[in-house]
C-alpha cells in the first residue's frame, strides 16, 4: 500500500505549486491520469492578473473582480487573493518562469490587457503562459527529492473512514482508491489535495484538454463534501471555429491588444450589447455572440485583428498566429472564425480560506475549488492567481497544524474490490453515452438556458446516470468508465445547481427568470444519504 504526508491528485498549477511548499515538511505523492503536462495550466494562454504597475492599484484589481463576480464573490477572499497577487508572481519568477519583461513600465514586466480589467495587468509569456509556468514548476518538482510523480495513474474514489466529530460520527479522508493499469490500490495520506481542474468536457464545445472531466469535483461530491456554484460555468467566447481544430483558444489578450468582434459582414456588433464593448466582462460577450449567432443563423462569428502588422502579431501571439496559419488563416490579413465554448468552472467544491473542504484531510485547490473569489463569473486571469495564493495558504495551513498532522496514525483500509465483476466487451455503451451527455449539456444547458431545457436534460442525464452506474458496478472498470462516470454526475450538479437558481446572473442566465434576485446568494448543497445510497434530488444511487 503507497503511503505518504500528502496525495495530491492533479499536475497543474495548483497541485505542483501545493506540492513544492509541502515537500518541505513530509513525503508528497502526486497522481496525474495522463502525462504530467496534460493539463489545462499547459493550455494556459492569457497570463496570470496582479497589480504590478505603479499606476494600478489593488482597489481597482478587486473592484474588476467584485464587478465580474456579479454579486457573489465573497470579498475577503478577493481582498486577500488580490493582495498577495504581487507576492505569487514574484515566487513564480524566483522559481524560474520567464515573463515577458518590458523597460518600458514601472514593473518591468510587459502587461496584457483583458475583459473586466480597467488596467494592463497580466503577466504572460506571450500566448504560452501557462506551458512557461507548467514548465518551470514541473522542473522544479522533479527535482525535489520528497516529490512522487505519477503519470497514468487515475484517481476512482475517495478513502474515507469514519470519525467522531464532536458527538457524532462523521468521516475523514486518509487517501484515495488510484488505478494503473488494470489494478487499483488504496493510496493512503495525512492529507489529500484535489487539484484536477475543471470539468469542460462535460460540454461538447470547449477549451479544455481531455483530461477536464471534473474528477475531483464527482469524488468529493461522492465523498460527502459540500458542492457550490456548480451552475457557474464560464463560456470563453472566442475559441477558434475550423473544422479540424477541437479545442483551441484564442485568448482574450486579442482583444486585449484591440481585436473586435464582428459579424460575416465585417460589422462590429459589441456596441449594441454593452458600453465596454469588446472588453465586456466574458459572460456579456459569450452570450452577445449566442445572440448573434441565434439572429443571423451563421455558424461563427469573426475576431478582427488584421489591422496590426504580421511582425506585431507574431511576436506577441506566436501560437495563435501560428495555429491559424496552419489552418490558412492569416490573422494579419482576415479576421478569425470564433465561437464561445465551455471554459471554466467558477464553482465546485466548497473550501475555506486556507483550501479546507467540508471534509477533514481533504483540500481543494484550483479550479476544483470554490474559494469565494470568482462569484458568479471568474475575471480573465484571476484563476492562475487563485491557484498560486491558496496553494500558498493551504501549505501554510498544513505547516502550522504540521505537529498535529504528523502524529495522525494513518488506519489500515479495505482493499479495492472487483467482487464478480466481468469485463465489458462494448466499448460503444461507454463512448455513446459520452456523446449523448456532451450534446444534452450543450443544447440545454448552455449559455442561454430555460426551465423546459434544465427539465428535460435533467430527465436525460437521470437514466444516462443510472444506467452508467450500473455499469460501474456490473463490469471492470477503466479509465474511460471512470471519467464517463464522473462527467455523468458532474453534468447532473450543474443541472440541479442551475435548475436551484431562479435568476439570471453572471454566467447563469435563464429566459424565465430574467432579473437578479434581491439577496445575492451562493447555491450550496450535498449529497444526502438515503441509507446505503445518496440522492441527488429524485436521483439515487
Ligand atoms: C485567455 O487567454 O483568454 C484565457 C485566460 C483565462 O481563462 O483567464
Not at 496525495?7 to 513530509?26: D, R, T, V
Not at 457524532?168 to 493510496?187: L, Q
Not at 452508467?468 to 471512470?482: K, L, R, S
Request: hydrophobic share 40%; net charge negative.
Amino acid at each position: 500500500m503507497v503511503k505518504s504526508d500528502f496525495l495530491i491528485i492533479g499536475s497543474g498549477i495548483a497541485g505542483l505549486s501545493f506540492a513544492l511548499k509541502c515537500a518541505e515538511m513530509g513525503t508528497v505523492v502526486m497522481v496525474t491520469k495522463k502525462r504530467d503536462v496534460d493539463t489545462a495550466t499547459n493550455l494556459a494562454q492569457g497570463g496570470i492578473a496582479a497589480v504590478l504597475e505603479e499606476d494600478d492599484s489593488m482597489a481597482s484589481h478587486i473592484n474588476d473582480t467584485l464587478l465580474s463576480g456579479a454579486g457573489l464573490c465573497d470579498e475577503s477572499v478577493v481582498d486577500l487573493v488580490v493582495s498577495d497577487g504581487p507576492a505569487r508572481v514574484r515566487e513564480l519568477v524566483r522559481i524560474g518562469v520567464d515573463f515577458v519583461k518590458d523597460g518600458a513600465t514601472t514593473s518591468g514586466y510587459s502587461l496584457g490587457r483583458e475583459g473586466g480589467h480597467s488596467h494592463r495587468r497580466v503577466a504572460h509569456s506571450y500566448d504560452l503562459t501557462g506551458r512557461e509556468i507548467e514548465r518551470a514548476l514541473l522542473e522544479s518538482a522533479r527535482a525535489t527529492e520528497n516529490i512522487t510523480l505519477l503519470e497514468n495513474h487515475i484517481a476512482v474514489d475517495l478513502l474515507m473512514v469514519p470519525e467522531a466529530c464532536g458527538s457524532n460520527m462523521g468521516s475523514r479522508c486518509v487517501g484515495a482508491y488510484v488505478m494503473e493499469g488494470e489494478s487499483v490500490e488504496p493510496y493512503r495520506a495525512k492529507v489529500t489535495a484535489l487539484c484536477s481542474g475543471g470539468v469542460g468536457k462535460v460540454y461538447l464545445y470547449t477549451t479544455n484538454p481531455d483530461i477536464a472531466t471534473g474528477d475531483g469535483l464527482a469524488m468529493a461530491f461522492r465523498a460527502g463534501a459540500e458542492m457550490e456554484n456548480m451552475e457557474f460555468v464560464q463560456f470563453h467566447p472566442t475559441c477558434l471555429y475550423h473544422p479540424q481544430e477541437k479545442n483551441f483558444l484564442i485568448s482574450e489578450a486579442v482583444r486585449g491588444e484591440g481585436a473586435v468582434l464582428v459579424g460575416r459582414d465585417g460589422v462590429p456588433f459589441m456596441k449594441k450589447y454593452d458600453p465596454r464593448e469588446d472588453l465586456a466582462t466574458r459572460d456579456t460577450v459569450a452570450r452577445a455572440i449566442d445572440s448573434e449567432l441565434k439572429e443571423t443563423g451563421e455558424d461563427c462569428v469573426y475576431l478582427d485583428i488584421s489591422f496590426r502588422d504580421a511582425e506585431f502579431l507574431m511576436k506577441r501571439f506566436p501560437t495563435i498566429f501560428n495555429r491559424c496559419l496552419s489552418r490558412g488563416i492569416d490573422i494579419s490579413k482576415q479576421p478569425i472564425p470564433v465561437v464561445p465554448a465551455a471554459h471554466y468552472m467558477c464553482g465546485g467544491v466548497r473550501t475555506d480560506r486556507n483550501g479546507r473542504t467540508s471534509i477533514p484531510g481533504l483540500m481543494a485547490l484550483g479550479e476544483t475549488a470554490s474559494t469565494g473569489l470568482h462569484g458568479g463569473n471568474r475575471l480573465a486571469s484571476n484563476s492562475l492567481l487563485e491557484a498560486v495564493v491558496f496553494a500558498d495558504r493551504a501549505a501554510d495551513y498544513c505547516q502550522k497544524s504540521w505537529d498535529r498532522l504528523q502524529s495522525f496514525e494513518l488506519p489500515d483500509v479495505d482493499v479495492w474490490k472487483s467482487g464478480n465483476a466481468r469485463k465489458l466487451s462494448e466499448e460503444i455503451l461507454i463512448n455513446h453515452n459520452w456523446d449523448v451527455i456532451r450534446r444534452t449539456m450543450w443544447n440545454y444547458v448552455g449559455i442561454v438556458r430555460s426551465e423546459k431545457r434544465l427539465e428535460l436534460a435533467k430527465k436525460r442525464m437521470a437514466v444516462i446516470f443510472q444506467e452508467i452506474d450500473q455499469f460501474y458496478h456490473e463490469y471492470i472498470i477503466t479509465p474511460n468508465m471512470i471519467e464517463l462516470r464522473n462527467i455523468a454526475l458532474n453534468a447532473l450538479l450543474i443541472i440541479q445547481s442551475a435548475m436551484e437558481r431562479k435568476e439570471s446572473r453572471g454566467l447563469h442566465y435563464t429566459i424565465d427568470y430574467k432579473s437578479l434576485d434581491k439577496h445575492p446568494h451562493p447555491t450550496v448543497f450535498k449529497r444526502k444519504m438515503n441509507g446505503q445510497k445518496w440522492q441527488i434530488d429524485m436521483l439515487e444511487c
